[in-house]
């Protein structure tokens, strides 16, 4: 920490010729091991060499943990342990010790060794490791610890301010896709700027948040033209976490695809069987000075468009200044908004709350609410950016 700043110490050049190399070597021989004998040959064997380039002992297990995520760990066992240990446990119980598995071994036709080897084998320490299809090397082992040590950092934080030149429409979708508490704005130079709500502002469904802002924080490291900001927590102080596309993050990893959203596909069905409305998916940005309102999609019918967004995390905060955001368009704008965490979301016309999914009649009679002359009567032209 510098300050108050967050400046992480990124794996680089250094570190891909020495102990990252040694990593790299051992990993060739961990396929058939525990994931326990696996843990102290990164601890001992290439802790030692990192230890002698200034890099302190976790960081090795930390590169470990990132990789093991590519690994299978299995149960290793002829018998199934739960039976193994019922069967030693209760001869235990009544013979000593080398005569319970003497016994054990005639009954299930295994040897004192391999019982005594398999008792415990689908315990998480015991199993044993299968190796991934493609090794990586000692460069992609560094890019993905930076990207972990990134992630982390985020999943910390209260708020992330994302500025993007290029590849702008990727990060948005991406953004939109996990549901992320974003405010989209345009910088004077025409940039594209990303307000995220990070998961220290939110009270409910945080694990499942933080993991969304991780993945959206690969989905920024695939990208260029970026720079990025966040105001995270550590040690009970609240520091600053710069980032850009400059910082070795970019890995060769995939970033995970967010299919089409259930809720929608369940709503777009509903729509149908209900009638006349349907739902359509459009490119639209709406545009109010520098402020953005980015749609999920559109419900369509005889009467017109309503462009709705699907708000599935949310403060009051934020919720008001959504909607502040929707009054400005002078058009019919709604927010479908979770009420399962949180009961208290606000009424109005402008807003329809559901839980879990999104019943199509209430969305429709909300839909031609706006669209009645009354509730629009000088409804301006809609102001749409490809």
């Known amino acids: 920490m510098d300050d108050d700043r967050v400046v992480p110490r990124w794996l680089g050049p250094r570190d891909e010729t020495t102990w990252l190399l040694a990593m790299y070597e051992e990993l060739a021989d961990f396929a058939g091991?525990?994931?326990?004998?696996?843990?102290?040959?990164?601890?001992?064997?290439?802790?030692?060499?990192?230890?002698?380039?200034?890099?302190?002992?976790?960081?090795?297990?930390?590169?470990?943990?990132?990789?093991?995520?590519?690994?299978?760990?299995?149960?290793?066992?002829?018998?199934?342990?739960?039976?193994?240990?019922?069967?030693?446990?209760?001869?235990?119980?009544?013979?000593?010790?080398?005569?319970?598995?003497?016994?054990?071994s005639r009954e299930l036709?295994?040897?004192?060794?391999?019982?005594?080897?398999?008792?415990?084998?689908?315990?998480?320490?015991?199993?044993?490791?299968?190796?991934?299809?493609?090794?990586?090397?000692?460069?992609?082992?560094?890019?993905?610890?930076?990207?972990?040590?990134?992630?982390?950092?985020?999943?910390?934080?209260?708020?992330?301010?994302?500025?993007?030149?290029r590849d702008a429409q990727t990060v948005v979708r991406a953004a939109k896709a996990r549901r992320l508490m974003t405010c989209f704005e345009t910088t004077d130079d025409a940039r594209m700027k990303l307000v995220i709500s990070g998961p220290l502002a939110l009270f409910h469904a945080t694990s499942k948040y933080r993991r969304a802002l991780a993945e959206l924080l690969a989905v920024l490291a695939s990208t260029t033209g970026w720079t990025a900001h966040a105001l995270v927590s550590l040690e009970n102080e609240w520091r600053l976490f710069e980032l850009s596309d400059g910082a070795p993050i970019r890995t060769s990893g995939g970033v995970p695809e967010v299919d089409e959203s259930n809720l929608e596909r369940r709503l777009a069905v509903d729509l149908d069987r209900l009638g006349p409305y349907r739902l359509e998916r459009e490119n639209v940005i709406l545009k109010s000075g520098n402020r953005l309102h980015v749609p999920d999609f559109t419900v369509v019918g005889p009467n017109g468009r309503v462009r709705v967004e699907v708000v599935s995390h949310w403060t009051p905060t934020f919720l008001e200044t959504k909607r502040a955001l929707l009054r400005s368009f002078g058009e019919p704008l709604l927010l479908c908004?979770?009420?399962?965490?949180?009961?208290?979301?606000?009424?109005?016309?402008?807003?329809?709350?559901?839980?879990?999914?999104?019943?199509?009649?209430?969305?429709?009679?909300?839909?031609?609410?706006?669209?009645?002359?009354?509730?629009?009567?000088?409804?301006?032209?809609?102001?749409?950016?490809?």
């Open 109 to 165: 036709g295994l040897s004192p060794a391999s019982i005594v080897e398999a008792l415990f084998a689908d315990r998480s320490a015991q199993r044993r490791l299968s190796a991934p299809d493609r090794r990586l090397d000692p460069i992609e082992l560094g890019r993905r610890y930076n990207l972990a040590l990134a992630q982390t950092l985020v999943m910390r934080s209260s708020e992330l301010v994302v500025t993007v030149a």
């Open 33 to 104: 091991l525990s994931v326990a004998e696996a843990d102290e040959r990164v601890r001992m064997r290439v802790g030692a060499i990192a230890r002698n380039e200034g890099i302190v002992g976790r960081v090795p297990l930390a590169v470990w943990t990132v990789e093991r995520r590519r690994w299978t760990a299995h149960v290793a066992s002829p018998v199934p342990p739960e039976r193994l240990r019922s069967i030693v446990f209760d001869l235990a119980a009544v013979l000593p010790r080398d005569e319970a598995l003497e016994r054990a």
């Open 337 to 386: 908004v979770d009420a399962r965490d949180d009961e208290s979301v606000p009424e109005g016309p402008d807003v329809v709350s559901f839980r879990g999914r999104i019943d199509a009649a209430t969305l429709v009679a909300a839909a031609e609410r706006l669209l009645s002359p009354s509730a629009c009567p000088s409804r301006a032209p809609p102001r749409d950016e490809a």
